[in-house]
């Protein structure tokens, strides 16, 4: 598989003739979205969909396939597969499972969505905004940044579920400073718990 960082937690995943895209969200959509086999959308909140991107994306391509929970009826004016937990369905060579972890906790007063986490040949998990939990992964695409997460809570999360290999998301909100101040403390935490940690810029790949 090979994994493609977009911005923020959009994420392309590709097997052989399959493409996957996950959370295109409003902070910037990919230019191919109209291209992919398939869209995969985690939760609701408007920095993991853009309905207007998606819909238009399903206007131009009428094959286009999308993924998402119940609560995607009330973004697109569009059909998709509603999935939730413990699904499974394949996209060419991928094997999909649903796994639906609680979205962090933002503010004590705001209501959050059903959110979705994607596991992809039992080796890659997008957990959405979850530290979901599947110990001794492949590779997780693991939450860094947002109004709901510390750095202690990236700490702990690879102190007790040690993936193999981890790929940041989720920082769409920080600027070049905070970018590079968090990158440091992610190369300490992964040397820390002798994992690795692949540090992935928007445009950039890795082979997994």
């Given at each position: 598989m090979k994994i493609t960082r977009r911005i923020h937690s959009c994420v392309e995943i590709s097997d052989g003739d399959t493409t996957v895209v996950l959370d295109p969200g409003g902070f910037g959509t990919p230019d191919n979205l109209a291209e992919v086999d398939a869209v995969l959308i985690t939760h609701i909140h408007p920095?993991?969909?853009d309905a207007d991107a998606?819909?238009?994306a399903r206007?131009?391509?009428p094959e286009l396939r999308i993924y998402g929970p119940e609560?995607?009826?009330e973004l697109i004016d569009a059909d998709y597969n509603v999935v939730a937990d413990g699904d499974t369905f394949s996209l060419g060579s991928l094997n999909v499972e649903v796994r639906e972890t609680p979205h962090e906790k933002i503010i004590n007063s705001k209501e959050l969505p059903e959110n979705l986490g994607y596991l992809f040949n039992d080796t890659v998990l997008h957990p959405?905004?979850?530290m979901a939990a599947i110990p001794d992964m492949e590779v997780v695409l693991v939450p860094i940044s947002g109004?709901?997460?510390r750095m202690l809570m990236v700490d702990e999360y690879l102190a007790a579920h040690r993936p193999k290999?981890?790929?940041g998301v989720h920082d769409g909100v920080d600027n070049d400073n905070g970018l590079t101040l968090r990158g440091g403390l992610l190369r300490q935490l992964a040397k820390d718990h002798g994992v690795e940690y692949l540090p992935l810029k928007p445009g950039e790949s890795v082979e997994v």
């Open positions: 920095d993991h969909v998606l819909t238009a206007a131009t391509n609560g995607l009826r959405g905004d979850s109004p709901w997460l290999r981890f790929i």
